[in-house]
């Protein structure tokens, strides 16, 4: 069956009581994106298509994200494309909704607060960022709700999928979930790399050829890391700093071990001491104009 393309609210209910009736289905997966699709996102669709009967995209560029209106224009809108790609994944609708049928009365005057957790990293660099971001994402998971019962007329199970790039996003929505009481799990997708271990992202677009082979030295400081935390030797975060900062291609905006739920610095990484337990390593950089981030569990 082809995907199909739904931009009302009531469209996306109708087309997805619709389709677990038909599937028999007793799951659905929402995979909610900024569109600008490539093969991460592809890995979330295709890790939802696995675990659920019915699988959403949504597609939507979110205004509250953005500081700048130029910054909102330049985001590159690239539906037919999008479409095809997920289509290839095997997703069942894309739900694609104007601005004013997500923001009816414009912007809403009652927006969802990321707290103290969207505060630091990303939120101290883009303030009013996560705000943006949780009012909408908050938004999509009532949108993407199933549309009908299960086919043993209980609930279906319903589940929403996040890219394990965006670590910080996706530490807010797992705290918002659980915070608010929202009936659906967070599943986490890992990062997906090019073949020269560069995290995927449609940011990486507006790099040049000499940006993009500087911006490797993002991913192998982040797996200095994480071969120091696996033998259990000191992280000493400074030399992995250091080869970060000696790319002059490359202006460091943070490079932290953080605590994975809490984003609180891990007193691990300022000590000559073995890495123990779990962490996470978390770094921004512009790499020319183009601002990156990435990131690398780690454990000992």
């Given amino acids: ?142 949108y993407g709700l199933p549309g009908g019962p299960a086919v043993d007329g209980g609930a279906a199970a319903y589940r929403a999928y996040f890219g394990q790039k965006d670590a910080q996003q996706l530490a807010l929505v797992k705290r918002m979930v659980a915070d608010l009481s929202f009936p659906v799990d967070i599943v986490a997708v890992p990062t997906v790399r090019n073949a020269e271990g560069l995290a995927l992202s449609s940011r990486n677009r507006f790099l040049s050829e000499e940006e993009r082979e500087a911006a490797l030295v993002l991913s192998r400081a982040l797996r200095l890391l994480e071969s120091r935390a696996l033998a259990n030797e000191p992280l000493e975060l400074d030399s992995a700093v250091a080869l970060v900062e000696s790319q002059p291609l490359v202006t460091l905006d943070y490079f932290d071990v953080v605590d994975p739920r809490t984003l609180e610095p891990l007193a691990e990484n300022c000590k000559e001491t073995p890495f123990r337990g779990e962490g996470l390593a978390i770094i921004a950089a512009k790499v020319g104009p183009v601002r990156l981030i990435d990131n690398v569990p780690l454990s000992s």
Wanted: net charge negative; charged share 20%.
């Fill in 1 to 142: 069956m082809a995907i199909k393309l739904v931009t009302t609210a009531a469209e996306l209910r109708a087309e997805s009581a619709r389709l677990l009736a038909e599937k028999r289905g007793s799951s659905q997966g929402l995979v909610p994106t900024m569109g600008a699709l490539h093969t991460g996102h592809a890995a979330l669709a295709r890790t939802a298509v696995e675990q659920n009967d019915v699988v959403v995209a949504s597609i939507f560029v979110n205004p509250l994200q953005f500081g700048e209106a130029a910054d909102l224009e330049r985001y590159p809108r690239t539906l037919d494309a999008d479409m095809a790609l997920l289509d290839a994944e095997g997703v069942d609708l894309v739900f694609a909704p104007s601005v004013d049928e997500v923001y009816p009365g414009g912007e809403p005057l009652v927006r969802v607060t990321s707290g103290p957790l969207g505060e630091k990293w990303e939120g101290a660099s883009r303030p009013g960022h996560f705000d943006g971001a949780l009012t909408v994402v908050a938004k999509l998971l009532h």
